[in-house]
């Protein structure tokens, strides 16, 4: 347990930010399952349309410095290798 009020106020913040990385990670992980599911079904303009949001997804999530920019890019590029074999 913090003991200064100091450490207690960054305990505070960091249970914070905790939850807005959970979500946004929660969010990226939602939009790659939709993109998969609708790549299985082979639905072409769906499919584009999901691609936009997981790039998008993945964009706020390195804005906002929950993912690092190499694991976004890494994810967007294997993504799109399956998009193109569609």
């Known amino acids: 347990m913090a003991i200064t009020q100091s450490a ?5 913040a960091s249970k914070r ?13 939602r939009a790659v399952k939709s993109f998969k599911k609708l790549l299985a079904s082979g639905d072409k303009k769906g499919t584009l349309e999901a691609m936009r949001r ?5 964009d706020k999530a390195v ?13 967007k590029s294997r993504l799109s290798k399956l998009l193109k074999k569609l």
Not at 54 to 58: G, P
Not at 63 to 75: F, M, W
Request: proline share 0%; net charge positive; charged share 45%.
């Open 54 to 58: 997981v790039q998008s997804a993945l």
């Open 17 to 29: 930010r905790r939850v807005f990385n959970l979500r946004r990670k929660s969010e990226v992980e």
């Open 8 to 12: 207690k106020k960054a305990l505070r």
């Open 63 to 75: 804005k906002s410095k929950t993912l690092k920019k190499n694991t976004a890019a890494r994810k």
